[in-house]
């Protein structure tokens, strides 16, 4: 499996829903990350987990809060978004090494509306 | 800091023609460069990368890119367009601190194709 699979791939929720994002990968890749495209912009850096532990917070409002429950699963939990959170959100996985860079494999995102 | 540049927002060529996407780089340190693309509605796929092995790298789809450290360059080619290669193409850095890939990207180059 070289895949990383996103669900749901489409949401609509209110401002006072409260919604989660799924991502899962099987490659045994032990860095996960979320990231945030705004339309005709490239992907910003949310959140980085390293064996399951929040390494890398940049900033996110509290109204996204990841949670890494095992090395296969990353969720984002979303509550009282604003209209402006609309984006595509991308989750994506990395072996992890000090001295070797690998790249990242990316799913293929969940767009979210919020109305 | 590490960061890219894309330079051309837009690029267009014809069918059977020369692509050539350019990405300028900025780093203090030896650097690791990839080549993501993006199709419509998808996530990113990556092209092709750089991790000091050999400044020509090949990918896939029949692009490759050649790192100049001269002309601090990572320049995206295809010998021969096709309809398929359009979409959107991003140069990204990374930079590996203590085992995390923190990937950086440009601007992104969205690539159209005129039959």
């Known amino acids: 499996d070289t895949e990383v699979t996103q669900t749901p791939k489409h949401l609509v929720m209110g401002m006072t829903n409260k919604k989660s994002l799924k991502c899962e990968q099987h490659?045994?890749?032990?860095?996960m990350y979320w990231y945030k495209q705004k339309a005709k912009k490239p992907p910003e850096l949310m959140f980085v987990?390293?064996?399951?532990?929040?390494?890398i917070n940049e900033s996110v409002p509290s109204r996204f809060s990841p949670e890494c429950p095992n090395s296969s699963l990353l969720n984002l939990h979303l509550h009282a978004l604003q209209p402006e959170d609309s984006a595509l959100y991308l989750c994506?996985?990395?072996?992890?090494?000090?001295?070797?860079?690998?790249?990242?494999?990316f799913g293929s995102g969940t767009r979210l509306t919020v109305v | 800091a590490q960061s890219v540049t894309q330079l051309g927002s837009h690029v267009s060529v014809s069918e059977g023609a020369l692509v050539l996407l350019r990405c300028n780089y900025s780093s203090s340190v030896p650097p690791y460069l990839f080549w993501y693309v993006q199709y419509p509605n998808q996530g990113l796929q990556l092209l092709l990368k750089?991790?000091?092995?050999?400044?020509l790298v090949k990918g896939i789809n029949g692009f490759e890119a050649e790192f100049k450290k001269s002309e601090t360059s990572f320049h995206l080619t295809k010998p021969s367009a096709h309809m398929s290669d359009a979409a959107e193409y991003f140069c990204?850095?990374?930079?590996?601190?203590?085992?995390?890939?923190?990937?950086?990207f440009g601007t992104g180059t969205r690539l159209t194709i005129i039959p």
């Open positions: 750089y991790t000091s092995a050999a400044t």
């Open positions: 994506a996985s990395s072996q992890e090494s000090a001295d070797r860079v690998y790249g990242y494999t």
């Open positions: 987990y390293s064996y399951e532990k929040l390494s």
């Open positions: 490659m045994g890749h032990r860095a």
């Open positions: 990204a850095v990374s930079l590996s601190n203590f085992g995390n890939e923190k990937l950086t």
